[in-house]
């Protein structure tokens, strides 16, 4: 059986799906096979560790992570579990060319489904952790520069109102 082709759409700043909560996956089909494959495919080829379905514009609580630990498949993922902070400097594909310092946990543990639908906790720090709460962030409408300090968001109001009109043509 042949995967069907999904157009994926990088969408950018200021589209409105980035804001919003995805919907639940409530029954997995081989669509929701197919989209994971193509958003991992997707996430290699621009060289992101991550990537949630509404960046490409699926209402689908959907996600993909490859922090150099392997590719993670997830449906419904949620923490169940956070310890520590940690700061670092985060991009995000949506938003070209701005990093934030953003703080999170050190730690955290992961709840989710497999592709196949089979429960899967994954237990994650550093990188791994920070990817795995960036694409959850994503799943529930919220964006890096949400975690932007006043003076950030200054400093890169006009860039992001660029990426804004951009992401509307």
């Known amino acids: ?28 089909t081989q669509e929701e096979r197919d989209i994971l494959s193509q958003m991992a495919q997707k996430m290699y080829a621009v060289e992101g560790v991550g990537l949630a379905a509404n960046q490409i514009g699926i209402d689908k609580c959907l996600a993909v992570v490859d922090a150099g630990e392997g590719l993670y498949k997830l449906i419904n993922p949620k923490i169940i579990k956070k310890e520590g902070t940690q700061t670092n400097e985060e991009g995000c594909l949506s938003i070209p060319g701005i990093y934030i310092k953003v703080r999170r946990a050190k730690k955290v543990e992961v709840s989710a489904l497999d592709e196949l639908g089979k429960p899967v906790t994954l237990k994650a720090e550093g990188l791994f952790a920070c990817a795995l709460q960036q694409e959850i962030d994503h799943l529930n409408g919220k964006m890096i520069v949400d975690y932007a300090s006043f003076l950030e968001r200054l400093k890169i ?12 043509r």
Request: net charge positive; aromatic share 2%; proline share 5%.
């Open 1 to 28: 059986m042949s995967m069907k082709e999904i157009p994926l759409e990088l969408r950018l700043f200021g589209d409105p799906i980035l804001r919003k909560r995805a919907r639940r996956v409530e029954q997995i």
């Open 157 to 168: 109001k006009r860039r992001l109102a660029q990426i804004k009109k951009e992401s509307c």
